[in-house]
C-alpha cells in the first residue's frame, strides 16, 4: 500500500498524555524555549494555561466561544512566530502579551464585521497592555497572503496542488518527485513542477489585483 | 536553465559555491533580474507560511479539543452551556465516572439482568490496538521504510471504519469507537493521514460524524454512493467494506432481522464482522448505503447490528442548527447502481477510511 505521509501530527506519544501537560508549570522563559524549540507538551500546556483569559474577554466583548477560540489560536500562531525570530525578546509577561495581541486582533475583526461597533478603546484600564501593533500588522500581511494562497491551492487541484507542496514544502528532490508521480524522468518532472508553479502563480498574483 | 529553477536552486542551497557566487554578483548587477527573484521569494514565502501556519492551526484546534473538548459536538436535546464545558470539566467527569461504576455495580449484580443481557451478548466492535504487537511492527516498519522515507505514526489506541457521507469532508463512523476521545485521525490509501473532530453524535443510533481537517481535505466530487432514506427489508442482500485489518475487508451477506433484539434503531445482519468493522457502510446491492455497522453478537458467530441508514437519514434531517443541517447533507447521487461489485468495491474504497483514535490514560 502507497503511503505518503502528510504531516506528524504529535511527534511522541508522551507529549500528546495531556495530563502530562496540565500537571507540569511552566515559567515564562520555559514557555518561550519550549515554543522555540516547537516542543508540542509545552505548546499544549501553554494553550491550556491562557485559553481563559481570551475567552472572558472575547465573551465580554459581544463574541461567542467559537470565536474566542479562533482569535485565541490566531493569537498564539502570532506569538509561536516570533519566538521563530531570532532577534525576538518578550519585555512583558505571556499573559500580558497574549492579552494584548488577542485584544487587538478582536477590535479589528469587530470593527471589519460591522459598521456598528465601535468599541471604546478603554480596555488600558488596567494597564496590562503592550503595543503590539506592528506585529499584528505583520500578521495581518501575511494572513491576506494566506487566504489568496489557500483559494489559488484549491483552484489549482491534483496533482499540481500535491507536486508543489512536496517540491517547496517537503523539499523533495526532483528524482523523488519523478518516481512519486511516474514521470519518466527528473526532467520531465521538473517540467511539470514549472507549469505547475506557473499556473499557481497566474491564480496567485491575478487575484492580487482585484 | 530557466530562472524559476536557478531561484530555486538558490533558495534551497543546491547551487555549488561558484555558481552561487555568480548568482549573486548578477543579483547586484542587474536590477530586473533581482526584481523577478524578490517577486519570486516573497511567493515561496508565501507558500511556506500558508502551509506552515495551517499546519499550526490544526495542531491548536485538536489540542483545544483534547483539553477542553469539542466545542461543536452538538446533542440532540442538549445544548451544553460555557460553564458545564469549561468550568466544571472534573465535575462531569466524576458523573461519568460514577455512571460508569453503578453501571458496572449493575452488571455485576444479579438484579441488573436486563443491563447484564444487552452487555453481554453484544459487542462493541471497536479495536483495541494490541501495544506490544503494534509496536513490534511499527519498529520493523521504521526498519524497513527508512530507506523509503515513509511516514510512521504512533499507534492508535483504537482503531475502527468511517466513511465519507458527503463531498464537503464529513465523515460518519461509530459512536463509542470514539467517545471520550484526545484526537482523531482517518486515513486510507488516497488520504494517508488527516486530522478529524466530532460535529454531531447520537447516542441511540451510536453513530459519531466527523468533520476531516480541511487542510487535508481531498477534492472530492460527488461521492459514488447514495444514501437510503426507506426502510430495508428483511432477506436483502448487502456488503461491508472495513478495516479489521491493516487492509480494507470485504463481507456479504443479507438483513436478517429488522431489530436489534427489539431496539427498531438497528438491524440484524449475517456478516460475519470483527473488532475494527465498527463505524463501516452497509450498502445493498445498488450501492445505497442502507446502515452503519456498529456491533456483533458475542455467542453467535456470523451475526452483527448497524444502525439504520433511514433513521440516520431523519436525525440527520431534523438537526436544529440550520449551518449544521446544510452542511450535513447526505449524498443523493448514485452512480455504481449497475456495476459489477468488484467496480462498485473500487469506486467505494477511497471514501472507506481507517479511523484512529487516540486516548490519554
Known amino acids: ?72 489560536q490566531e493569537t498564539v500562531i502570532v506569538l509561536y512566530n516570533n519566538t521563530q525570530k531570532p532577534e525576538f525578546e518578550l519585555n512583558c509577561a505571556i499573559q500580558t502579551y497574549i492579552y494584548s495581541v488577542a485584544k487587538r486582533l478582536w477590535l479589528k475583526q469587530l470593527n471589519k464585521n460591522s459598521n456598528v461597533y465601535k468599541l471604546p478603546d478603554n480596555a488600558d484600564e488596567d494597564g496590562t497592555l503592550v503595543d503590539v501593533s506592528s506585529e499584528v500588522s505583520d500578521y495581518e500581511e501575511k494572513e491576506k497572503n494566506l487566504l489568496r494562497m489557500n483559494d489559488s491551492l484549491v483552484g489549482l487541484g491534483e496533482p499540481c496542488k500535491t507536486l508543489i507542496e512536496d517540491f517547496y514544502i517537503k523539499h523533495l528532490s526532483m528524482e523523488e518527485i519523478s518516481e512519486k508521480f511516474g514521470y519518466t524522468n527528473a526532467d520531465n518532472a521538473k517540467n511539470q513542477k ?3 508553479l506557473q499556473r499557481l502563480k497566474r491564480l496567485f498574483f491575478n487575484e492580487e489585483g482585484k | 536553465m530557466r530562472n524559476v529553477d536557478l531561484f530555486d536552486d538558490y533558495l534551497f542551497g543546491r547551487l555549488n559555491s561558484e555558481d552561487k557566487k555568480q548568482f549573486e554578483n548578477r543579483l547586484r548587477e542587474d536590477a530586473e533580474f533581482k526584481a523577478e527573484f524578490n517577486k519570486h521569494k516573497g511567493f515561496v514565502d508565501a507558500l511556506n507560511y500558508t502551509s506552515a501556519k495551517n499546519t499550526l492551526k490544526a495542531k491548536l484546534k ?13 446533542h440532540i436535546n442538549e445544548n451544553k452551556t460555557f460553564y458545564q464545558k469549561y468550568i466544571k470539566p472534573t465535575g462531569m467527569a466524576a458523573t461519568v465516572a460514577v455512571l460508569a461504576v453503578i453501571t458496572t ?21 471497536k479495536r ?46 461509530s459512536l463509542h469507537l470514539v467517545r471520550g476521545c484526545d484526537s482523531i485521525f482517518i486515513g486510507n490509501n488516497v488520504i494517508d493521514r488527516a486530522g478529524a473532530r466530532i460535529v454531531y453524535t447520537d447516542t441511540k443510533l451510536d453513530v459519531a460524524i466527523l468533520k476531516i481537517d480541511s487542510a487535508f481535505t ?74 452503519v455497522v456498529s456491533g456483533k453478537k458475542n455467542n453467535a458467530e456470523g451475526t452483527g447490528f448497524a444502525a439504520k441508514a433511514q433513521y440516520i437519514t431523519d436525525v440527520l434531517k431534523n438537526i436544529e442548527d440550520e449551518d449544521l443541517k446544510k452542511e450535513l447533507t447526505l449524498s443523493k447521487r448514485n452512480n455504481i447502481k449497475g456495476l459489477k461489485r468488484s467496480e462498485q468495491i473500487k469506486k467505494i474504497s477511497p471514501y472507506v477510511f481507517n479511523v484512529y483514535v487516540y486516548k490519554g490514560n
Not at chain 1, 524549540?37 to 466561544?65: H, I, R
Not at chain 2, 485538536?62 to 452538538?74: A, E, V
Open chain 1, 1 to 72: 500500500m502507497e503511503k505518503i505521509g502528510l504531516l506528524l501530527p504529535f511527534t511522541r506519544i508522551k507529549e500528546r498524555n495531556p495530563g502530562m501537560a496540565a500537571k507540569r508549570q511552566f515559567t515564562d522563559t520555559e514557555f518561550l524555549e519550549g515554543l522555540r524549540s516547537s516542543d508540542d507538551l509545552v505548546l499544549t500546556a501553554l494553550y491550556k494555561k491562557y485559553f481563559g483569559v481570551v475567552l472572558k474577554y472575547v465573551l465580554n466583548n459581544s463574541g461567542t466561544e467559537e470565536e474566542a477560540q479562533d482569535i485565541y
Open chain 2, 218 to 291: 481531498p477534492n472530492w466530487k460527488d461521492l459514488p454512493y447514495s444514501f437510503k432514506s426507506s426502510a430495508s427489508d428483511l432477506g436483502e442482500k448487502i456488503f461491508t467494506l472495513g478495516y479489521p485489518a491493516q487492509d480494507i475487508v470485504y463481507g456479504e451477506g443479507s438483513i436478517s432481522s429488522s431489530t436489534k433484539n427489539g431496539d427498531t434503531n438497528m438491524f440484524q445482519i449475517s456478516i460475519p464482522v470483527n473488532p475494527g468493522n465498527s463505524g463501516g457502510p452497509l450498502m445493498d446491492e445498488q450501492g445505497n448505503i442502507v446502515g
Open chain 2, 62 to 74: 485538536s489540542i483545544h479539543q483534547s483539553q477542553f473538548g469539542s466545542s461543536n459536538i452538538r
Open chain 2, 128 to 173: 483495541e490496538v494490541n501495544q506490544i504487537k503494534t509496536s513490534q511492527d511499527v519498529i520493523t516498519d521504521v526498519i524497513s521504510k527508512v530507506a523509503q522515507k515513509k511516514r510512521v505514526y504512533v499507534p492508535a489506541n483504537f482503531m475502527g471504519t468511517g466513511f465519507a457521507i458527503n463531498s464537503k469532508g464529513y465523515c460518519i463512523t
Open chain 2, 105 to 125: 455495580v449493575a452488571v455485576l449484580s444479579g438484579g441488573g439482568y436486563l443491563i447484564k443481557k444487552q452487555n453481554t451478548d453484544y459487542t462493541e466492535l
Open chain 1, 194 to 196: 514549472y507549469k505547475c
